[in-house]
């Protein structure tokens, strides 16, 4: 596996405004492109309204509302995500998002992957984009571990046939492992790993092999675990700790 990030510093490659905004963990990249249209951002000195203009920093002097811009302090936190939550930051749809429940003082963090409205258990938050980066690339093989039940009775073959994958809306759906824990006729009990975080993939391939998921949680994000933390609940990790942990997988 390609070495995590053990620490994170200012970028100095060539970004796009209002991406060196979101890579630094100032603000996401709608927001920055809100401050940006509003006048507030100036770059050397010039007053600035394309989101799109290629800046380097630090070498070029950018400020906002007069202020130069600051890297904040990197920031890692372990979260319980409730079911019946979003993990965007806002939603056209009014619907409840994590963020509803998480201090402000927090500043602008992001999830690491999401989970969808009708998944609980751990989610990822940080404003560390390295380390974002590195835990959802495919190509370093990260793990998700999840606790999914589903009506009806779960096979060993239907188990394999998980594992070699399905095809649906032309994608390939498998899990890396599944497990089953407790099956009858009426409900079975998986524990399902994953390396890759497609779009309501477990859902998908569940249903593709004729099992309805009735309840899906998540317990394990590569070396994080959900352990006692409740719904709701949080536990902040340093950065360094958390960058170091990676870099063990």
Not at 13 to 35: E, H, P, V
């Amino acid at each position: 596996m390609t070495a995590a990030p053990r620490h994170s510093s200012p970028p100095t490659s060539r970004a796009t405004l209002d991406r060196l905004f979101s890579k630094l963990g100032i603000a996401s990249r709608g927001m920055s492109q809100k401050w940006i249209h509003e006048g507030r951002v100036r770059v050397n000195g010039r007053l600035v309204k394309n989101p799109e203009i290629w800046v380097s920093w630090p070498s070029d002097s950018i400020t906002l509302d007069g202020e130069p811009i600051v890297a904040p302090e990197r920031r890692f936190f372990l979260f319980h995500k409730p079911k019946g939550y979003i993990t965007t930051h806002s939603d056209e749809k009014g619907r409840k998002t994590i963020f509803d429940i998480l201090p402000k003082t927090f500043g602008f963090i992001h999830a690491v992957g999401r989970l969808d409205q009708a998944t609980s258990g751990l989610l990822l938050l940080t404003n560390d984009s390295k380390l974002s980066s590195f835990l959802t690339d495919p190509i370093n093989k990260v793990h998700r571990i999840y606790l999914v039940s589903v009506r009806g009775k779960f096979t060993e073959t239907q188990s394999l046939q998980a594992k070699n994958g399905i095809m649906d809306q032309g994608e390939l759906l498998k899990c890396e492992e599944i497990r089953i824990q407790k099956s009858s006729e009426r409900e079975t009990h998986l524990e399902v790993t994953l390396i890759e975080g497609k779009n309501r993939e477990i859902r998908r391939l569940l249903k593709g092999l004729g099992h309805e998921v009735t309840r899906l949680r998540r317990i394990q994000y590569g070396p994080f675990k959900l352990d006692t933390l409740l719904p709701g609940e949080w536990k902040e990790l340093p950065i360094a700790l958390a960058s170091r942990s990676c870099s063990e997988l």
